[in-house]
């Protein structure tokens, strides 16, 4: 209870505190899923405008490659990087060596044998790096290591079919964060709604409509939601996407701050 307590107290703290004339200021909202957050910064009212700065925190699940097709390319890409022993021999070596030392939990007796580690005192703390990781991902260290020092004593299709699973399975439990910040100006309408508008622009002639709203329960808290209105629908393209395939779907945000799992057990900063 004071955990929830402490939550809603936090968040009336960091959301605007309502002036006379109603104006949001410094207000944080969340949409449902669980996958986005944004943090709004209004200067004004000046001459009847806010300017609103937003920073957009977004948070991408990760998900499994489903295609067949795709699968069986990466495998053969595997297969072919070990096609030749004599190109890969300085790997294996490694991927062998980092296999049984991080198995043993100990340093093996014969590094100064291995041509490839040129420096035994940065491996070795390497090696403890690796040992220091969580138990998950250390466990998927040392299955990948395993695998591929499977593949250089005898390459095959079921050993790189492992090596692609495993991948497509550490990248399902990998979710990417990354951040975007815009402005926009708004003007108070009739209903006490603080409305932005701009467009049409480019060649779809998009509108961008974004309204910042008070919450009906708690007047101190705000809401917010965003669309596009797509004004031609024959144009060209926009992102890549047809201009009739954009999304107009109204997308909402509300203070509430609700927990979800994703089940993440890596994450990467970066969209990419």
Not at 66 to 78: A, G, Q
Not at 236 to 262: A, H, M, P, R
């Amino acid at each position: 209870m004071r955990l929830i307590l402490t939550g809603v107290a936090l968040t009336i703290f960091v959301s605007v505190a309502a002036s006379a004339d109603d104006v949001p200021q410094l207000t944080s909202v969340y949409k449902s899923s669980g996958t986005q957050m944004i943090t709004i910064d209004c200067e004004g009212p000046n001459e009847g405008q806010l300017v609103c700065h937003f920073t957009q925190v977004l948070l991408s699940p990760g998900e499994k490659d489903e295609v067949p097709s795709k699968r069986e390319d990466k495998i053969n890409e595997v297969l072919s990087q070990f096609s030749n022993e004599d190109s890969v021999a300085r790997e294996c070596s490694i991927f062998q060596t980092v296999h049984s030392a991080l198995k043993s939990g100990e340093l093996p007796e014969n590094l100064d044998d291995v041509a490839a580690i040129s420096d035994i005192e940065v491996f070795s703390h390497s090696l403890k790096e690796m040992r220091a990781k969580p138990k998950k991902a250390l466990e998927d260290t040392i299955q990948s290591m395993g695998l591929l020092a499977d593949m250089c004593k005898k390459p095959s299709h079921t050993t790189a079919s492992k090596i692609v699973d495993l991948v497509a399975d550490i990248e399902s439990r990998t979710c990417k964060i990354w951040s975007n910040t815009y402005s926009h100006q708004f003007k108070k309408n009739a209903q006490g709604q603080w409305v932005s508008t701009e467009g049409p622009n480019g060649q779809c002639g998009v509108v961008y409509v974004s309204v910042l709203e008070q919450d009906s329960e708690y007047p101190l808290l705000w809401n917010y939601w965003t669309r596009k209105i797509v004004t031609n629908k024959d144009g060209g393209s926009e992102l890549l996407i047809q201009c009739k395939d954009l999304d107009e779907d109204v997308q909402t945000y509300s203070w509430k701050n609700d927990e979800n799992f994703f089940g993440c057990d890596y994450i990467k900063f970066g969209l990419f």
